[in-house]
């Protein structure tokens, strides 16, 4: 799966802001905090991010990835913290990847015949969104949080920790 530039270096970015914490980042103004919170709470209300696989279809699964991908373009372009912009602009990238990669299966030849293929890469972008909605938290652990993401584990093949 192909990943843009803006991706990669966010990614990398990823585990050195987790182990510093928060006292590294700008803070957020008002504005950017309650986007982010937005956009955190429609990502954990987002079932393509955490039902297990068995329960999840391509279809549905396609859709939802699509209006995050769009939602998170949004949420992007109204933050002014740099870091945080990048981060939302990460969930965005990692699901046009997805999309790109297989909207043209299911439309042409069914995501039937490839789909172990799709619920691994569907695991890839719930682990970048996972990652993402954890280094985001830092800006305010108790209010910018997602749940039901963040509890997805691929190891249990999506099924939530009790």
Known sequence: ?????????TLKKLPALLRLGASKLKPLSGKDRDTIIEFVRLLDQRRAFYVPDAFEQPKAVLASIDDTKKAAQVAASKIRVSMAREMVEEAAVACRDFVDRWYDAHVHMGINREVTQFFQHLG??????QQMVNALGLYDPKAIEAPRIQAWRPETDGELDP
């Not at 799966?1 to 270096?9: F, H, L, R």
């Open 1 to 9: 799966m192909a990943t843009s530039w803006i991706a990669k270096e």
């Open 124 to 129: 890839i972008v719930r682990l970048r969104v």
